[in-house]
């Protein structure tokens, strides 16, 4: 593929990127607001992919490597970072049994204060 | 692995994002949303080291395991308190990683023979100016969430003009750089400026609007990792990337919105003026009336222990008794605590609502007096108040001058959260102000009880 070819085909999927975007979370409650933004930043985690890329060039010189790899080390911090402090704001969420208590103090006891 | 292949596969980590955001927005399904993302990431991150095959891969696996490292102590270390700061600080290394790959992609390109391609230079310039923003902005709302610096607005005269100025010259230093002197030097000026930018960009916003700068910060990431697709001729970059920024710039709206400030309002409302004043103004009169959609309130229940309905004379005005009965239903389905606070002179007549709520077979148990509703607020989650006014008007309690004064009421205050189901901000029946309204534990949800009432079914059951 010619290079104009795949720039045009990038920004093509670029703009439906952008669309769908807005489309998958127009409705979203207050109360998410905060997970969400947490999931999403772990989603942009996908950097340490071109990090990786780089890292792996065959035929790279010291400022590559020590870029590339700094570079794997941010990534791999905003994946696994991202992800896990996501995980951890929504316990909150887990299902609750729903059978009826006659007192309602009864907490899964998840910790949360 | 051949290109066409890894490009095949990263179509799973792609719909697995486009499906995590998907499920991150519904309270039932967000937690499997998030880990459907996890999977979708480590999915690409396998085609891609295999892809990259032999070259350096110790080299990853070491990067890996020292930054993910981190990541998952500081992410399972930190107290709930402090989880937006984490936000933060690992949308920050996303940023700089951003940004580290246009410096690298400049350097790998250069020594090539002829000039750059134009698009190429133009996602290396901008990549390393959001991305050098991201970082260094969010390591500033990173400090001063974790009380590192002052939370407090920084200001200093002609702050504006000397933020817009160095955003300027950053820009300038990038067209000169895609217009052809294509050198490292001045991709090092460029990143340089975009991350003194960041700090002062972020410097004079408040702690309280601190969330919302990270959201802007966290779409800014997205942006940068999306441009840096276009460098590396990577889809899976463009497409995650994109969609990051893109429902990052959307979240960020909605969530000023929920906090009842513009976008403008928060970037450059430490300007001139001191935030920390507005809390104090809305304990006073006036304040601010928080006002939310019916999806917002449904969470609330569907996920509340103990939800109090507070009927008024605009249940009786939009007679909607049934409705209510209908909602209280389905909260008591979902293993929620109802009951009903009637106040003796809610409505236009003692027993008004008794005997509404009665119409609609309302099991009697649930109806509770004054005297006996009063105590169990302390331990309501939601006080749910269906067009009643001056019966929870708190001045009736405090307030000597107001003409209720001594009056009994329903103290729905003491609800963790107090839902207020209201036409308009106009005074009740009395005509008197009610700063229950201004409370910051209220929120208003306008509009006909009826109406409001079944919005508020429609969304409890989609939940």
Redesign the interface.
């Known amino acids: 593929m010619s290079h104009n070819t795949l720039l045009v085909f990038e920004l093509t999927i670029l703009v439906l990127a952008i669309f769908l975007g807005f489309e998958v979370i127009s409705k979203v409650p207050t109360l998410l607001h905060t997970p969400l933004m947490s999931g999403t930043n772990a989603i942009h985690g996908i950097v340490i992919v071109g990090a990786m890329i780089v890292l792996g060039q065959p035929d790279k010189d010291a400022f590559e490597w020590i870029v590339g790899f700094l570079g794997v080390v941010l990534g791999a911090a905003n994946v696994v970072g991202g992800f896990v402090v996501t995980d951890r704001m929504l316990e909150m969420f887990k299902k609750r049994d729903p059978v009826k208590a006659p007192d309602a103090d009864q907490d899964g006891g998840t910790g949360a204060g | 692995m051949s290109t066409n292949l890894a490009n095949l596969l990263y179509l799973i980590?792609i719909v697995a994002?486009?499906l995590?955001?998907?499920f991150?927005?519904?309270?039932?399904t967000?937690?499997r949303?998030?880990?459907i993302?996890?999977v979708g990431?480590l999915v690409?991150?396998v085609v891609?080291?295999i892809h990259?095959?032999s070259?350096?891969?110790w080299?990853?696996v070491v990067?890996?395991?020292?930054?993910?490292?981190?990541?998952?102590v500081?992410?399972?270390r930190?107290k709930?308190t402090a989880?937006?700061q984490?936000?933060a600080?690992?949308?920050g290394?996303?940023g700089?990683?951003?940004a580290?790959?246009a410096?690298?992609?400049l350097?790998?390109i250069l020594p090539e023979p002829g000039r750059p391609?134009i698009?190429i230079a133009l996602a290396i310039a901008l990549s390393g100016l959001i991305g050098a923003i991201s970082f260094s902005g969010s390591l500033i709302a990173f400090a001063k969430l974790q009380e590192l610096i002052r939370g407090r607005p920084i200001t200093y005269p002609g702050q504006k003009i000397v933020n817009l100025a160095l955003l300027g010259v950053c820009v300038a230093l990038s067209v000169v750089l895609v217009a052809g002197v294509q050198d490292e030097w001045l991709l090092w000026l460029v990143i340089g400026g975009a991350a003194l930018f960041g700090v002062l960009f972020v410097l004079p916003i408040g702690g309280a609007d601190m969330?919302v700068v990270?959201?802007l910060l966290?779409a800014f990431?997205?942006l940068?990792?999306?441009v840096?697709?276009?460098?590396?001729?990577?889809?899976?970059?463009?497409?995650?990337?994109?969609?990051?920024?893109?429902?990052?710039t959307?979240?960020t709206v909605?969530?000023g919105r929920?906090m009842n400030r513009s976008i403008g309002n928060v970037l450059f409302g430490a300007f001139g003026q001191v935030t920390a004043g507005a809390a104090a103004a809305a304990e006073s009169d006036g304040g601010s009336v928080r006002s939310?959609?019916a999806?917002?309130v449904?969470?609330?229940l569907a996920?509340a222990?103990?939800v109090v309905f507070v009927p008024g004379y605009g249940l009786a005005v939009a007679q909607a008794q049934h409705d209510v009965r209908q909602l209280a239903d389905l909260l008591?389905?979902?293993?929620v605590?109802v009951s009903y606070a009637i106040h003796p002179v809610a409505g236009r007549m003692p027993g008004h609502m008794n005997v509404l709520l009665a119409e609609a077979n309302v099991p009697y148990p649930q109806l509770k007096e004054m005297d006996e509703a009063n105590p169990e607020f302390g331990?309501t989650d939601v006080a749910l108040v269906v067009g009643a006014n001056d019966v929870v008007n708190p001045d009736a309690r405090s307030n000597e001058s107001s003409p209720i004064y001594g009056m009994p009421i329903l103290n729905v205050d003491q609800a963790q959260t107090v839902v207020v189901l209201k036409r308009s901000m106009n005074p009740g029946f009395a005509g008197i102000e009610n700063p229950l309204f201004y409370n910051p534990k209220t929120v208003m949800l306008f509009g006909d009880a009826k109406e409001s009432i079944d919005r508020l079914i429609e969304d409890v059951k989609s939940l």
């Open positions: 980590p994002f486009i995590a955001l998907r991150l927005s519904n309270p039932a967000a937690r949303g998030n880990q993302g996890a990431m690409a991150i891609t080291w990259v095959g070259a350096s891969w080299a990853i990067a890996m395991a020292i930054g993910g490292g981190f990541g998952a500081a992410a399972r930190v709930m989880m937006p984490m936000v600080l690992f949308n290394v996303g700089g990683a951003a580290l790959i410096l690298a992609e350097h790998r391609k698009d969330p990270i959201s966290n990431t997205g940068a990792v999306a840096g697709g276009f460098e590396l001729e990577n889809n899976v970059l463009i497409v995650a990337g994109m969609l990051v920024g893109a429902s990052g959307l979240l909605m969530m929920a939310a959609g999806e917002d449904a969470v609330m996920y222990h103990k008591e389905e979902k293993g605590e331990r």
